[in-house]
């Protein structure tokens, strides 16, 4: 059987086939957008995604990503592979698609995508956060050094702590050595959390979390380290 990466820049029955079948298995309710969201980001321009689909066109494995031109941030937003495709290295290779097609078409940006805490509990239908981390630092991927939390779908009651930042490609222009622009990390999480929350709020998580990106020389990112 083979398989072929295809991009989608608008919703449509592959679209409708990924979020049904690889999304809202994979991820849990608080970390996942409505259907109708990310169909809505596809045609607002701001979203795309891309899926292996097999010979049949059914898809085994996608990414989906939103860009925040105003940060030139890449956030890659979900990735999930179909349980008969997993450990054939099909998640590798969509990954190492995506963020090349990011990096070239958006330069200089970053892309970064965040990850449940290693230590977090395995789950049978959303997978094992240790391995999750093991697959993105295969591909290059280095971890913020920050206090970070996946902004809350609906307000900030829906937040989801516990969570990683992590960069997986640095245009040279927005890398400092072993650091990364923080104004850009900056403008990006304000972003974010708007989008999602509504506001910036003043409240700890969120004075930590933009502190933690003010830093002079960029914000540290390296291997996982548990605090």
């Known amino acids: ?16 086939a990924v ?19 990310l169909a809505d980001a596809l045609r607002g321009g701001s979203a795309d995604l891309f899926a292996v689909v097999d010979d049949a066109g059914a898809p085994v494995a996608a990414a989906f990503g939103e860009w925040s031109a105003h940060a030139r941030v890449q956030l890659l937003t979900y990735l999930a ?16 698609e995506a963020v090349g097609a990011w990096a070239a078409r958006r ?13 977090a509990p395995a789950h049978d239908a959303h997978g094992d956060p240790r391995r999750r ?14 206090p970070y939390f996946q902004p809350g779908i609906g307000g900030p009651g829906h937040r989801v702590h516990g969570m990683l930042l992590l960069v997986l490609h640095a245009a040279p222009q927005l890398r400092h050595g072993d650091a990364v622009d923080g104004e850009a990390l ?11 929350e509504g506001a910036v ?27």
Do not use: H, K, N
């Open 1 to 16: 059987m083979g398989f072929t990466t295809v991009a989608r820049s608008q919703p449509d029955a592959l679209f409708t």
């Open 19 to 37: 979020y049904r079948g690889l999304f809202a298995p994979s991820f849990p309710p608080e970390e996942l957008g409505s259907e109708a969201s």
């Open 81 to 96: 592979v179909g349980p008969a495709a997993r450990g054939g290295g099909i998640g590798g290779r969509l990954l190492r």
């Open 107 to 119: 330069d200089p940006c970053l892309v970064v995508a965040e990850i449940e805490d290693p230590r």
């Open 133 to 146: 981390l093991a697959f993105y630092e295969a591909a290059g991927a280095q971890v913020l050094d920050v």
């Open 186 to 196: 900056r403008t990006f999480m304000e972003d974010y959390l708007e989008a999602a």
């Open 201 to 227: 709020t003043a409240d700890p998580a969120t004075t930590a979390l933009l502190a933690s990106l003010d830093r002079p020389g960029g914000v540290p990112m390296g291997p996982w380290q548990p605090g």
